[in-house]
């Protein structure tokens, strides 16, 4: 598990620090000077590793005890006893989170893939511009910074069956009235235009960053052998944009599977379970159900796919991340 | 790729812009033409438009908010003076926009003080297993809040917690603090060691080094981890859903969300609160777009 103490993790690794880079001074000279700065490091940094470890990985172990637990939530407190599986057998057995394990999968994989083609179409653009971008950056991280509850009102507002523009617009031409948070097909494409619309912004700004920062020689050299656009950007920046997309892709996937402000309010996870992703699910089971024995397996198998899918990850784009974030 | 090279701030789209403008070249196929042009005015109309249908529709009356009209007719402001308190209504609205200050700005204080510290240690330190350390914080930094909500939520049911300021401050400045770290200590390396030296003939702590001489360098730093850390509190929804569902500690999102009776959905009321709440965010984005930008590109680009 990647969710182990950082302390604990850190002393399991070898000195394997390239010298030279981190270190203030004098590398090598005094080695009772380095362990005193050394020292220093862990004491400045205890606070925040203090404060993180208590609310986040000490939960997270917590919330897997109590997936395996028997769970009493009585008025004024709840108990422990006894380990059992029947947390986890109630959950895979249970229709709606079979559901929701697959749609939050396809969503993610349909939303973030969407984004990533419409984002870097997009940094292609802004590239080339020369003016105004600076103007369009802006505009672009409107979307991004809005309340994500905001845009979820409205986009209900704007789906609505009776007042609704989009729906004024499909009427317009002609193509009936869709009652588009009515039924489960329409109301997922309305979820996906709501996040896309949220976030293609953020991807395209972080393909952009990438893109300036390409050699230029290159393109210079594939100008003179008489390349096409095409063939340049299949053969030349696709390639040496894949760090950038590695990581982009790995936040928007990792953000993807948490889904639960937009779909919470924008349809509710209706109708039925159609919008239910696994985050919705296990705080409805917890929170209104109060079946946190359930609850926390819920979370915990949601938490341990991300851990999965994040060091599949890191196998297959190793090379491309690790020359990123070393 | 070592870690000499990979770090350096200056290396972000928004400085690197102005660079990159000074010696435009011909070099990358033809200047945009008109098809792409299209394709700019078509994004933008999509961004904005969504935006502009709020705002005319925070001036809608009671008459115009339930037809699918352009223009409010006539133009009222009646939707704010309800969300804001006037007609003896309460002010719910302003509340929830002081719990959301309270709590936003506490959070970036305290993740500004703890992540410049472990930033410094991560960043300038000998420290052993510092890059494992640092992949466990980035994987922290993304975990759903899914996997620990229940836990917490006993917790601070047990402690007397639930609906209070530090129901939210704490996860908060937990959650964000990795980013923060991650932020500070790329900009903290950039700083050249002999800034340290410097202090340390001088004779003063390394507190005092850090506060006097580091930190004015690393300035762009602390303001994008502030940007990030802020607006993250004013966003966040599922934690101060399920902690503080009392209307006195209810933040904006959860007001916005609670809304309204069962029969009808005060949309006018939604607009002008929302509208009133995305103000400070996108100035403050709007003004530090910079730093955005360097901070939405630090996780993915270096080097």
Redesign the interface.
């Given at each position: 598990m990647?969710?182990?103490d950082?302390l604990a993790?850190?002393?399991?690794?070898?000195?394997?620090?390239?010298p030279?880079?981190?270190?203030?001074?004098v590398?090598g000279r005094h080695d009772a000077f380095?362990r005193r700065?050394?020292r220093?490091?862990?004491?400045?940094?205890a606070?925040?590793?203090i404060?993180?470890a208590?609310?986040?990985?000490?939960?997270?172990v917590?919330?897997v005890i109590?997936s395996f637990s028997k769970v009493n939530v009585s008025g004024n407190?709840?108990s422990l006893n006894g380990l059992t599986l029947h947390n986890y057998s109630l959950v895979v057995n249970y229709g709606p989170w079979r559901y929701a394990l697959v749609f939050t999968v396809l969503y993610t994989v349909v939303t973030v893939s969407i984004e990533l083609v419409v984002g870097t179409?997009?940094a292609l653009?802004l590239?080339?511009?020369?003016r105004g971008?600076?103007l369009?950056?802006?505009?672009?991280?409107?979307?991004?910074?809005?309340?994500?509850?905001?845009?979820a009102?409205?986009?209900s507002?704007?789906y609505d069956q009776?007042?609704?523009?989009i729906d004024?617009i499909f009427r317009a031409v002609g193509l009936g009235s869709p009652s588009i948070l009515g039924s489960a097909a329409p109301s997922i494409a309305a979820l996906c235009v709501a996040d896309i619309?949220k976030t293609t912004?953020?991807v395209a700004?972080?393909v952009?960053?990438?893109l300036?920062?390409l050699p230029?020689d290159v393109?210079?050299a594939a100008?003179v052998d008489g390349a096409s656009?095409w063939t340049?950007f299949w053969k030349i920046t696709f390639p040496l944009l894949r760090p950038?997309i590695a990581?982009?892709v790995l936040?928007r996937v990792?953000?993807a599977?948490?889904l639960?402000?937009l779909p919470?309010?924008l349809t509710h996870g209706g109708p039925g379970f159609a919008t239910t992703p696994?985050?919705i699910l296990?705080?409805n089971v917890?929170?209104q159900d109060f079946l946190?024995g359930p609850?926390?397996a819920?979370?915990?198998t949601?938490?341990l796919l991300?851990?999965i899918g994040?060091l599949l990850f890191l196998k297959v784009f190793r090379a491309q991340v690790g020359?990123?974030?070393? | 790729m070592a870690t000499v090279t990979a770090n350096r701030p200056s290396t972000s789209v928004a400085s690197s812009v102005p660079a990159t403008r000074r010696r435009r070249r011909r070099g990358r196929g033809a200047p945009i033409g008109p098809a792409m042009w299209v394709a700019v005015v078509v994004v933008v109309l999509f961004v904005l438009l969504p935006i502009a249908w709020m705002l005319l529709s925070s001036f809608k009356g009671p008459a115009s908010i339930g037809t699918t009209s352009i223009l409010p007719h006539p133009w009222t402001t009646s939707n704010y003076v309800s969300a804001f308190g006037g007609n003896g209504s309460g002010d719910t609205s302003g509340r929830y926009i002081l719990n959301s200050v309270i709590v936003a700005v506490s959070t970036t204080a305290l993740v500004l003080v703890l992540g410049t510290l472990a930033g410094y240690g991560l960043g300038r330190m000998p420290m052993r297993g510092k890059l494992p350390l640092m992949m466990v914080l980035l994987m922290i930094s993304v975990f759903p809040a899914i996997a620990v909500i229940a836990p917490l939520f006993l917790i601070m049911k047990s402690i007397g917690w639930l609906n209070s300021y530090q129901a939210l401050i704490l996860p908060y400045t937990a959650f964000n603090l990795p980013f923060a770290i991650w932020i500070l200590r790329n900009y903290l390396m950039g700083i050249p060691k002999e800034m340290e030296e410097t202090g340390r003939i001088d004779g003063a702590s390394p507190l005092r080094t850090l506060w006097s001489i580091i930190l004015p360098q690393a300035l762009p730093g602390l303001f994008t981890a502030g940007i990030f850390t802020f607006t993250a509190c004013w966003t966040e929804f599922l934690m101060a859903l399920s902690f503080n569902s009392d209307n006195n500690f209810r933040t904006i999102p959860v007001g916005i969300s609670q809304f309204g009776g069962q029969y009808s959905v005060p949309y006018g009321m939604y607009f002008a609160t929302s509208c009133v709440a995305a103000i400070p965010i996108a100035v403050l984005v709007l003004v530090f777009r910079k730093s955005v930008v360097s901070g939405l590109t630090s996780g993915a680009v270096k080097g």
């Open positions: 990647a969710v182990a950082p993790a850190s002393s399991a690794v070898p000195a394997g620090e390239p030279g880079g981190t270190a203030p001074t590398v380095r700065l050394a220093l490091g862990w004491s400045f940094s606070p925040a590793l404060v993180i208590a609310v986040t990985i000490f939960p997270i917590y919330s109590m407190g709840y179409a997009f653009v590239e080339r511009m020369t971008r600076g369009l950056m802006a505009i672009l991280l409107i979307p991004w910074s809005l309340i994500t509850v905001i845009s009102e409205l986009w507002y704007m009776q007042y609704g523009i004024a619309w912004p953020f700004i972080i952009l960053a990438g300036v920062m230029r393109y210079e100008e656009g340049t950038t990581l982009a936040f990792l953000q599977f948490g639960f402000d919470f309010v696994l985050a296990g705080y917890m929170f946190f609850g926390a819920i979370a915990t949601t938490a991300v851990v994040c020359s990123e974030i070393s | -």
